[in-house]
């Protein structure tokens, strides 16, 4: 991937970081075009960091029927990565997401997977994402 193209993707995902506290809709536009990027250009790591700002923008819009797909696309890229903080955020997000769906079972048995992470404290101190939502972000 060329400089250019790298600092495009780069400042599209920190662009839609930023929009997600702001406008939900225009956070989802920019985490569609770097995905689409991302994934164009093999970023597996953009990819998948795309794919979870999308699906934030969808969960905040209140759309969990659109973030879940999104996030467990995410969750794949991850896992190949050997990522498990992004695992981890994946699986609070998809556990949210089926909380605010009404799924209260599968809810809870997607945050028990992220509670199994050695540094979940850590991560969960680290995501700012999940302090936009409800004061308690437990599952049901």
């Known amino acids: 991937m060329d400089a250019t193209t790298r600092e495009r993707l780069r400042q599209l995902l920190e662009e839609a970081w930023c929009a997600l506290e702001e406008y939900p809709p225009k956070a989802s536009r920019l985490a569609c075009q770097a995905e689409h990027l991302a994934r164009c250009r093999s970023d597996n790591r953009a990819w998948a960091e795309s794919l979870f700002i999308w699906g934030i923008a969808h969960l905040y819009e209140g759309d969990s029927q659109q973030a879940i797909p ?71």
């Open 70 to 140: 999104l996030f467990s696309r995410a969750l794949a890229v991850y896992r190949f990565l050997g990522d498990e903080e992004g695992q981890w955020g994946c699986l609070r997000a998809i556990a949210l997401a089926w909380a605010r769906a009404g799924e209260t079972q599968e809810a809870l048995e997607t945050y028990h997977q992220a509670q199994t992470f050695p540094h979940q404290a850590e991560f969960a101190a680290r995501a700012r994402w999940l302090r936009w939502f409800e004061v308690s972000n437990e599952p049901a």
